[in-house]
């Protein structure tokens, strides 16, 4: 039986154990400082980078070339052979150009080859939790069609929050006006965003104070995962401590499958800013 091994970007932010552990071949983005570049998650990690965003520094981040993924992909066919099956999960087109990137790499290979690109259609481990899924799922001797299957179905069956701590970054980002961050700023507002199913950032509720807005977050999850079996990955920016507490909450209260704590990465970051905490939850 022929090799299935499943690809992703770094902006799905899947831990180095995880991927290690299950083989998940990561291609990262990069972020530059000025001057200086850093490939995410190789030269540069979450804590430095968040370091660097709390002294005001302002980061660019670029995906990943076309001529990048075609190199991975070659490698992959090096390690496993021509019959090798690759699946691409991949961050939301609509929010980095990495999909068309990898869909452009492809492009270059020999068509012979069995290359699947996914726009996952999420960001962060909201695409993260699904290509392990599939990694693990490829471990365990599925089929590719069985693969294909379930991607798109946690693309589906899955509600994702954050809540952010700050609205710096979302007026830097130009996502709202300087008096609307002034403002939200002095009445303490609190963000609660998703990532609806066109791959697309959107408002879920606006709540005052850091708690009201998790404890807001809370009620939407159970709305979604009361009485079901579910897996789940709790998210945070510099806020670990927080992050395990909602998510030993999670595992209390639901029938939780898989439980992962992530720290999200740079490409993300630059648009939440530090302190922000969130979920993904996905009906089994």
């Known amino acids: 039986m022929s090799a299935i091994v499943i690809l992703t970007d770094s902006s799905t932010d899947v831990e180095l154990s995880l991927a290690n552990e299950w083989g998940i071949e990561v291609v990262p983005l990069k972020i530059s400082f000025g001057e200086e570049t850093f490939i995410d998650g190789v030269t540069i990690n979450p804590r430095e980078f968040t370091r660097r965003l709390e002294n005001g520094e302002t980061p660019v981040t670029s995906q990943p070339s076309p001529g990048e993924f075609a190199d991975r992909f070659k490698e992959i066919v090096e390690k496993h052979?021509?019959?090798?099956?690759?699946?691409?999960v991949m961050m939301s087109s609509?929010?980095?150009g990495t999909y068309q990137?990898?869909?452009?790499?492809?492009?270059?290979?020999?068509e012979n080859l069995d290359i699947t690109i996914i726009d996952s259609k999420k960001g962060s481990m909201f695409a993260g939790i699904i290509a392990v899924e599939a990694a693990k799922m490829a471990r365990a001797g599925a089929s590719k069609q069985q693969i294909l299957d379930k991607v798109e179905y946690m693309m589906v069956n899955q509600v994702n929050f954050i809540v952010l701590d700050t609205?710096?970054?979302l007026y830097k980002g130009g996502r709202i006006g300087r008096a609307s961050a002034l403002f939200g700023s002095l009445?303490?507002?609190?963000?609660?965003?998703?990532v609806d199913e066109n791959g697309s950032v959107f408002p879920i509720a606006k709540v005052r104070g850091h708690k009201k807005a998790v404890s807001r977050m809370m009620e939407e999850i159970h709305k979604f995962a009361h009485g079901a079996k579910v897996k789940i990955a709790v998210l945070h920016i510099n806020a670990l401590e927080e992050a395990k507490v909602i998510k030993e909450q999670l595992c209390r209260e639901y029938n939780v499958l898989e439980a992962y704590l992530s720290e999200i990465g740079p490409v993300v970051s630059a648009h939440v800013g530090p302190g922000g905490v969130g979920c993904v939850v996905v009906k089994e």
């Open 81 to 88: 052979g021509n019959d090798v099956t690759i699946i691409g």
């Open 94 to 96: 609509q929010l980095s």
């Open 101 to 110: 990137s990898a869909v452009i790499g492809k492009s270059v290979m020999d």
């Open 167 to 169: 609205l710096d970054y």
């Open 187 to 194: 009445i303490n507002i609190k963000p609660i965003l998703g």
